[in-house]
């Protein structure tokens, strides 16, 4: 049976306990749809200030049939089974070298995936669980169905088993998030998997080619050969679009000397069955993008990720005249995250023009909430934020690329230091002595401003973060030079 | 008579050599002594100094080494299939340290000779103040005379000397990362953070360890942040023997040492045989032999050290000094590197820049490492009143820690911030794995004058530690649970 609630209709809503009555007999203050990084930061936020809150999540299970529970993309298919795998690959690293640091066990070393993916899933698990009861505990209503408008300050949840249930609200947070592109070719949706699949799957995906030059790309195909897989990645043309090109070309080159094989300027146009199997074989065929030339080659598994698209296009967005960017999906919001509904608001992987990261999700969502519930004025500050691509040799970077710094202050007016460094921690297991690597590019005429800072190596991410509060605080390369070195780590250099 | 060269150094290690090359780039003529008077044990090593032979570097290697132990049974939690037994072989790890180490003696001597610098392996001491008379280890003597002297000699650990058998059956970290064999069940009787690292590392090879102590651990250090250190290491495995004090060492028929010791608690006097002592109770500036006296050269009477003013000059004319052997400085090698490098500066490059010695964070290496940059919060509250300081804190997960089922307890943070509209930060302090990295770039921030509202405005890089401190909001005043809980 279907319970529909009809606009307008006067009901006399049950008081949630302390919450304060909500205006116009809306059903809610605060409805958001989607529960990843975004929406439910700015959900527990909301609760904070007394308001009624719901949080509408579902997943669209995947064309292999794979879904997952609450949290969103970071906690499920993104940064967090990521970095677990990516800390698998380091360890079986570890494990090399700590053979010259004088340990002592077999030859043999062989890495059993369902081990590792069980733990992984296991504590994934323990998030999803973590946020419902965060979420109860906070008294924000939650309901695991589908969400889209169906008209002004309505829109309609559709659970597992068709039922639908309507629900008003005097606002409307979108944080939907994205999800894997496909090819569009014959056998992709068949037989490809996604990073939507590989965190969960249920058997080594073995022989693998990875196709995408993207970070998640790059991600995945470093710590599945850092797990002894034999990795092949196809790339259309540059490594890491949007990224600074030196550095990006830096990761290329280390992750090809360790053994991961590069195809270059080749793209996937059919996927055959070979044979069925846990994993199967797969035949892929692959035509050159400058000029006729066909390759053909088996794998076990093949991995997508060649970008992601916005989740905007099938939520009735038209219905209550939110505008779209048609191309993208992106949706365009002001620098207070307003659509150009006004009553409608967007945070996360969805808008138009910002960046795609869990942490500016989750402050976007709660200054946002701030400033509608709690005179609050500050806005998400989208200018140097920092991030950092776990590849074999992790990346970390805040600020301008060089290129885009020459671009925009001209190559006179920047200045670019670098340093080339070994770790001490690799020197005894004799590895690579060339490779990790560090710059800044400074503002010539803003005092020589630090604008852009990239590093290249071990644990880039904790490097990273003290520089970007550093940047913030308006560093400049003298203020560097004059802060003493912690001795000896990386971040000295 | 013409002064043979422009500046002579006296101690080839951190600070000696920084200010030497920098010296030598301006085109001056430069000579550097360094000398090693071996340990009652026998021990000694070539050109570098302290950190590059008996300090930092092999400390970070072992530690490296006794991480690595860990990291192995982190890979079984995360599918890696590793046969038992796993054991470590000291002699391997000591080995490849030692031929790491040497070749660090080895670059210092090309560049040495690449920047024209003179080196002499002799031990100097003052004829006057611009002439120095060096030893070889045979007895050669060379005189060089010099218009600029520097002194940078370092320090060298104490012994306990009065305690019985102290001198003959110990060891100090001079000897210890020059083993051939392992040092077996290890006792150390301890003050200062390179014992609690040497501990900390000799227990995650595997080896019995145990830290004596008669108060407090990492003196001068934050209090709270140094009772976490020593209580991850007790669930690491490490053996404290709390306010107890040595009196007297032994050598068994077995070859083994008995040390006895007076426990204040129970008043009581104990015994216990261990293969190694190793003391770590303080260093000794290294200047008895240097002839002080003679040019005048000040000390301080208490700690020996000798005394310089913001520009790293002594009490005579155009004799200075740096690094560890100066008094009031912080004992690292960054900080020696810094002050020579800006001394030769000074001295021969039209520099007036002096030495900054505020905000120089440090990390110990202990097996769970801490950081910090800035105040402590006692000396937080000393200077500024409790009432104007407001401590953010939290306790946290390393996200790494989930799958291998590693104990977390002890991983925490605290910010110590002025109150007030601003909000400057005194004093940052993190303890967790990459501890040294972690803090590196806020102490760049600190040095920027960062305030608590800055660090908030600054978004996280997920999943990382680091980010943690950027999203720092419980007060210590509110009383608040400060355990971080998920996204």
Same mark, same amino acid.
């Given at each position: 049976?279907?319970?529909v609630?009809?606009?307008?209709?006067?009901?006399?809503?049950?008081?949630m306990?302390?919450?304060?009555?909500?205006?116009?007999?809306? =059903?809610?203050?605060?409805?958001?749809?989607g529960?990843?990084?975004?929406?439910?930061?700015?959900?527990?936020?909301?609760?904070?200030?007394?308001?009624k809150?719901?949080?509408?999540?579902?997943?669209?299970?995947?064309?292999?049939?794979?879904?997952?529970?609450l949290?969103?993309?970071?906690?499920?298919?993104?940064?967090?089974?990521?970095?677990l795998?990516?800390?698998?690959?380091?360890?079986?690293?570890?494990?090399?070298?700590?053979?010259?640091?004088?340990?002592?066990?077999?030859?043999e070393?062989?890495h059993?995936?369902?081990?590792?993916?069980?733990?992984?899933?296991?504590?994934?698990?323990?998030?999803?669980?973590?946020?419902?009861?965060?979420?109860r505990?906070?008294?924000?209503?939650?309901e695991?169905?589908y969400?889209?408008?169906?008209?002004?300050h309505?829109?309609?949840?559709?659970?597992?088993?068709?039922?639908?249930?309507?629900?008003?609200?005097?606002?409307?947070?979108?944080?939907?998030?994205?999800?894997?592109?496909?090819?569009?070719?014959?056998?992709?949706?068949?037989?490809?998997?996604?990073?939507?699949?590989?965190?969960?799957?249920?058997?080594?995906?073995?022989?693998?080619?990875?196709?995408g030059?993207?970070?998640v790309?790059?991600?995945?195909?470093?710590?599945?050969?850092?797990?002894?897989?034999d990795?092949?990645?196809?790339?259309?043309?540059?490594?890491?679009?949007?990224?600074?090109?030196?550095?990006?070309?830096k990761?290329?080159?280390?992750?090809?000397?360790?053994g991961?094989?590069f195809?270059?300027?080749?793209?996937?146009?059919?996927?055959?069955?070979?044979?069925?199997?846990?994993?199967?074989?797969?035949?892929?065929?692959?035509?050159?993008?400058?000029?006729?030339?066909?390759?053909?080659?088996?794998?076990?598994?093949?991995?997508?990720?060649?970008?992601?698209?916005a989740?905007?296009?099938?939520?009735?967005?038209?219905?209550?005249?939110?505008?779209?960017?048609?191309?993208?999906?992106?949706?365009?919001?002001?620098?207070e995250?307003?659509?150009?509904?006004?009553?409608?608001?967007?945070?996360?992987?969805?808008?138009? =023009?910002?960046?795609?990261?869990?942490?500016?999700?989750?402050?976007?969502g709660?200054?946002?909430?701030?400033?509608?519930?709690?005179?609050a004025?500050?806005?998400?500050?989208?200018?140097?934020?920092?991030?950092?691509?776990?590849?074999?040799?992790?990346?970390?970077?805040?600020?301008?690329?060089?290129?885009?710094?020459?671009?925009?202050?001209?190559?006179?007016?920047?200045?670019?230091?670098?340093?080339?460094?070994?770790?001490?921690?690799?020197?005894?297991?004799?590895?690579?002595n060339?490779?990790?690597?560090?710059?800044?590019?400074?503002?010539?005429?803003?005092?020589?401003?630090?604008?852009?800072?990239?590093?290249?190596?071990?644990?880039?991410?904790?490097?990273?973060?003290?520089?970007?509060?550093?940047?913030?605080?308006?560093?400049?390369?003298?203020?560097? =030079?004059?802060?003493?070195?912690?001795?000896?780590?990386?971040?000295?250099? | 008579?013409?002064?043979e060269?422009?500046?002579?150094?006296?101690?080839?290690?951190?600070?000696?050599?920084?200010?030497?090359k920098?010296?030598?780039?301006?085109?001056?003529?430069?000579?550097?002594?360094?000398?090693?008077?071996?340990?009652?044990q026998?021990?000694?090593?070539?050109?570098?100094?302290?950190?590059?032979?008996?300090?930092c570097?092999?400390k970070?290697?072992?530690?490296?080494?006794a991480?690595?132990?860990?990291?192995?049974?982190?890979?079984?939690?995360?599918?890696?299939?590793?046969?038992?037994?796993?054991?470590?072989?000291?002699s391997?790890m000591?080995?490849?340290?030692?031929?790491?180490?040497?070749?660090?003696n080895?670059?210092?001597?090309?560049?040495?000779?690449?920047?024209?610098?003179k080196y002499?392996?002799?031990r100097?001491?003052?004829?006057?103040?611009?002439?120095?008379?060096?030893?070889?280890?045979?007895?050669?003597?060379?005189?060089?005379?010099?218009?600029?002297?520097?002194?940078?000699?370092?320090?060298?650990?104490?012994?306990?000397?009065?305690?019985?058998?102290?001198l003959?059956?110990?060891?100090?970290?001079?000897?210890?990362?020059?083993?051939?064999?392992?040092?077996?069940?290890?006792?150390?009787?301890?003050?200062f953070?390179?014992?609690?690292?040497?501990?900390?590392?000799?227990?995650?090879?595997?080896?019995?360890?145990?830290?004596?102590?008669?108060s407090?651990?990492?003196?001068?250090f934050d209090?709270?942040?140094?009772?976490?250190?020593?209580?991850?290491?007790?669930?690491?495995?490490?053996?404290?023997?709390k306010r107890?004090?040595?009196?007297?060492?032994?050598?068994?028929?077995?070859?083994?040492?008995?040390?006895?010791?007076?426990?204040?608690?129970?008043?009581?006097?104990?015994?216990?045989?261990?293969?190694?002592?190793?003391?770590?109770?303080?260093?000794?500036?290294?200047t008895?032999?240097?002839?002080?006296e003679?040019?005048?050269?000040?000390?301080?009477?208490?700690?020996?050290?000798?005394?310089?003013?913001?520009?790293?000059?002594?009490?005579?004319?155009?004799?200075?000094?740096?690094?560890?052997?100066?008094?009031?400085?912080?004992?690292?090698?960054?900080?020696?590197?810094?002050?020579?490098?800006?001394l030769?500066?000074?001295?021969?490059?039209?520099?007036?820049?002096?030495?900054?010695?505020?905000?120089?964070?440090?990390?110990?290496?202990?097996?769970?490492?801490?950081?910090?940059?800035?105040?402590?919060?006692?000396?937080?509250v000393?200077?500024?009143?409790?009432?104007?300081?407001?401590?953010?804190?939290?306790?946290?997960?390393?996200?790494?820690?989930?799958?291998?089922?590693?104990?977390?307890?002890?991983c925490?943070?605290?910010?110590?911030?002025?109150?007030?509209?601003?909000?400057?930060?005194?004093?940052?302090?993190?303890?967790?794995?990459?501890?040294g990295?972690?803090i590196?770039?806020?102490?760049?921030?600190?040095?920027?004058?960062?305030?608590?509202?800055?660090?908030?405005?600054?978004?996280?890089?997920?999943?990382?530690?680091?980010?943690?401190?950027?999203?720092?909001?419980?007060?210590?005043?509110?009383?608040?649970d400060?355990?971080?809980?998920?996204?």
């Amino acid at each position: 049976s279907v319970q529909v609630h009809k606009e307008g209709e006067p009901q006399k809503l049950p008081e949630m306990n302390g919450h304060t009555p909500v205006p116009h007999s809306y =059903d809610y203050d605060l409805i958001v749809i989607g529960g990843g990084s975004g929406g439910l930061a700015a959900a527990k936020e909301a609760a904070k200030y007394e308001k009624k809150v719901m949080v509408l999540d579902f997943v669209t299970p995947t064309p292999l049939g794979n879904s997952w529970g609450l949290g969103g993309t970071c906690v499920n298919v993104g940064c967090i089974p990521k970095k677990l795998m990516h800390q698998a690959a380091l360890l079986g690293q570890a494990l090399q070298d700590s053979r010259k640091f004088g340990w002592q066990f077999t030859e043999e070393v062989t890495h059993n995936w369902m081990t590792m993916t069980e733990s992984v899933q296991n504590y994934i698990g323990s998030l999803n669980w973590g946020y419902r009861v965060a979420l109860r505990e906070k008294k924000v209503t939650y309901e695991n169905a589908y969400g889209e408008f169906v008209g002004p300050h309505t829109v309609k949840a559709t659970n597992k088993r068709g039922v639908e249930k309507l629900y008003t609200a005097e606002r409307f947070l979108i944080a939907t998030g994205e999800r894997p592109r496909y090819l569009d070719i014959p056998g992709d949706k068949e037989y490809c998997i996604s990073s939507d699949d590989l965190f969960s799957l249920p058997y080594c995906p073995g022989k693998t080619l990875v196709v995408g030059a993207s970070y998640v790309a790059l991600e995945c195909a470093g710590f599945l050969a850092g797990l002894g897989l034999d990795v092949t990645v196809m790339v259309r043309s540059i490594l890491l679009r949007g990224f600074d090109q030196d550095i990006a070309n830096k990761i290329g080159e280390y992750m090809e000397e360790h053994g991961i094989s590069f195809i270059r300027e080749f793209v996937p146009i059919k996927v055959e069955q070979i044979e069925e199997g846990t994993p199967g074989r797969l035949k892929v065929i692959a035509k050159s993008t400058k000029g006729n030339q066909i390759i053909e080659g088996e794998y076990n598994t093949v991995l997508l990720a060649i970008g992601r698209d916005a989740c905007t296009r099938k939520i009735g967005l038209d219905k209550v005249g939110v505008t779209i960017n048609e191309k993208t999906g992106k949706i365009p919001v002001n620098d207070e995250e307003q659509t150009n509904v006004p009553y409608i608001y967007a945070v996360g992987d969805i808008l138009q =023009d910002k960046l795609e990261l869990t942490p500016v999700a989750i402050q976007a969502g709660r200054l946002l909430v701030q400033r509608l519930y709690a005179g609050a004025t500050t806005k998400c500050d989208y200018v140097n934020v920092p991030t950092t691509v776990f590849t074999p040799l992790e990346y970390g970077a805040c600020g301008y690329s060089e290129e885009t710094a020459v671009e925009k202050f001209g190559e006179e007016n920047i200045e670019v230091y670098h340093s080339h460094f070994w770790p001490l921690e690799w020197t005894v297991p004799s590895r690579d002595n060339n490779k990790c690597y560090a710059k800044i590019i400074c503002n010539i005429q803003d005092n020589e401003r630090v604008i852009g800072f990239h590093v290249l190596g071990p644990n880039a991410g904790e490097v990273t973060q003290g520089f970007a509060a550093a940047i913030k605080c308006g560093l400049t390369k003298e203020q560097l =030079d004059s802060t003493i070195g912690i001795h000896p780590v990386c971040a000295e250099v | 008579g013409k002064n043979e060269y422009d500046l002579l150094v006296i101690g080839g290690g951190s600070g000696g050599l920084a200010c030497a090359k920098q010296a030598a780039q301006f085109g001056r003529k430069v000579a550097v002594l360094d000398y090693v008077e071996p340990s009652p044990q026998g021990t000694k090593w070539g050109l570098g100094g302290t950190c590059v032979n008996v300090g930092c570097i092999p400390k970070k290697l072992m530690h490296q080494a006794a991480l690595l132990g860990s990291a192995l049974k982190d890979a079984q939690h995360y599918g890696w299939n590793i046969a038992q037994p796993v054991h470590h072989t000291w002699s391997v790890m000591a080995q490849a340290v030692q031929n790491y180490v040497k070749s660090l003696n080895w670059g210092h001597r090309v560049q040495l000779q690449d920047k024209k610098v003179k080196y002499f392996n002799m031990r100097g001491s003052f004829s006057d103040p611009h002439t120095i008379r060096g030893l070889t280890k045979a007895g050669k003597e060379t005189i060089v005379t010099a218009e600029n002297i520097v002194i940078a000699t370092g320090g060298r650990p104490k012994y306990p000397t009065h305690i019985a058998g102290a001198l003959e059956y110990g060891i100090t970290s001079d000897d210890l990362f020059w083993l051939k064999e392992s040092p077996g069940k290890t006792l150390t009787p301890f003050v200062f953070n390179v014992s609690l690292e040497c501990a900390g590392f000799l227990t995650g090879i595997g080896l019995d360890t145990t830290v004596m102590m008669r108060s407090i651990p990492l003196r001068g250090f934050d209090q709270q942040m140094a009772s976490l250190v020593t209580e991850h290491m007790e669930s690491y495995g490490t053996k404290f023997l709390k306010r107890c004090f040595p009196t007297k060492v032994e050598k068994l028929d077995s070859n083994k040492l008995q040390v006895t010791w007076k426990n204040t608690d129970l008043g009581t006097e104990e015994t216990d045989s261990f293969d190694t002592v190793m003391w770590a109770v303080g260093r000794a500036p290294d200047t008895e032999t240097l002839n002080l006296e003679t040019v005048g050269v000040k000390t301080n009477s208490e700690t020996g050290k000798i005394i310089v003013d913001a520009s790293e000059a002594t009490s005579v004319p155009h004799i200075y000094a740096v690094g560890d052997v100066t008094e009031g400085r912080p004992e690292l090698t960054p900080t020696a590197i810094a002050a020579g490098k800006l001394l030769a500066q000074r001295l021969f490059g039209q520099s007036s820049e002096l030495m900054d010695y505020d905000n120089v964070p440090t990390t110990v290496f202990t097996p769970l490492e801490y950081s910090c940059v800035g105040l402590s919060e006692e000396a937080a509250v000393q200077c500024y009143g409790s009432d104007n300081i407001e401590v953010y804190h939290a306790y946290y997960k390393p996200l790494e820690f989930t799958v291998a089922e590693r104990d977390a307890t002890q991983c925490y943070m605290k910010m110590v911030c002025l109150q007030g509209r601003e909000q400057r930060i005194l004093g940052l302090h993190f303890i967790g794995p990459n501890a040294g990295e972690v803090i590196q770039g806020f102490a760049l921030g600190i040095k920027c004058g960062a305030t608590y509202p800055q660090l908030m405005k600054t978004v996280g890089i997920h999943p990382t530690c680091a980010e943690e401190i950027t999203k720092l909001h419980i007060t210590k005043r509110s009383g608040l649970d400060a355990t971080v809980t998920g996204c």
